[in-house]
């Protein structure tokens, strides 16, 4: 039996605006920006515009950095778990080694921070939301594949089993293709509201992504293996306490 993707949102393409004009990343980001005055999550100040003073990192260059491959997120979620000191949810020698040099490295630790602090600053939105104001005429899954990883995948079932997971950043995809690129062993899907970063927004770069960077607490909602993929349902709760995420 196939995975149940549920159902498709739709709105308008990235080209198709109601008077038939472009929708611009610009755009999409003021409407983003409304939404987030609207709701009254704004409380930060946080400005997506915000250029480098003084060799500080902007929005722009984080999204960009955690965009540049496979390596470039690894160590920004590896300097988001140092800075809130929550542990990844499973352990490996490869995670312990992003993080040591995560610790080592103050512009991670930085990026990773402004990172933090824009999800906390976003709107909490449904996939439908996402999908209105990124200019997406659809979304068929919220979502990140893993790989198998046979040390791994016992410690990660046993983390599911309790109901509840915590990752301070990782990327959830809007395109089900793009999910299941990162592997097909798990996938771990967010059901429901949620706060987020569009990563292509933000750094006008891979909009072909579609990723939506995010973080927090969770609970594990349902765990459903179908054919060679264990589908994890996930809830937002939280956001993640972070007491070094204004890092100089």
């Given at each position: 039996m196939k995975p149940r993707w549920g159902r498709r949102y739709t709105t308008r393409r990235l080209a198709d605006a109601p008077d038939g004009s472009a929708i611009r990343p610009h755009a999409a980001r003021r409407e983003l920006q409304a939404v987030s005055h609207a709701s009254g999550s704004m409380e930060r100040g946080l400005n997506t515009d915000m250029a480098h003073t003084n060799g500080a990192i902007d929005l722009a260059t984080a999204c960009s950095w955690w965009q540049d491959g496979r390596a470039g997120s690894s160590l920004l979620r590896a300097a988001a778990r140092c800075l809130t000191g929550e542990p990844h949810y499973f352990k490996a020698a490869f995670i312990?080694?992003?993080?040591?040099?995560?610790?080592?490295?103050?512009?991670?630790?930085?990026?990773?921070?402004?990172?933090?602090?824009?999800?906390?600053?976003?709107?909490?939105?449904?996939?439908?939301?996402?999908?209105r104001c990124t200019g997406l005429r659809e979304i068929d899954v919220v979502g990140r594949g893993l790989k198998e990883k046979r040390d791994e995948d016992p410690q990660i079932r046993a983390v599911l089993d309790t109901r509840t997971i915590v990752m301070p950043l990782w990327g959830v995809s809007l395109s089900r293709d793009v999910a299941?690129?990162?592997?097909?062993?798990?996938?771990?899907?967010?059901?429901?509201?949620?706060?987020?970063?569009?990563?292509?927004?933000e750094s006008g770069a891979k909009p072909e992504e579609q990723e939506i960077i995010t973080g927090g607490r969770y609970e594990v909602q349902e765990v459903e293996d179908q054919d060679c993929t264990t589908v994890v349902r996930l809830h937002w709760l939280d956001h993640v306490s972070c007491p070094r995420s204004s890092h100089p």
């Open positions: 312990a080694e992003y993080e040591r040099q995560a610790r080592d490295d103050p512009r991670a630790l930085e990026a990773a921070s402004k990172l933090l602090d824009a999800v906390r600053a976003s709107p909490v939105l449904t996939a439908s939301g996402w999908c299941l690129r990162y592997g097909s062993r798990w996938l771990f899907t967010i059901s429901g509201a949620f706060p987020g970063v569009a990563a292509w927004i």
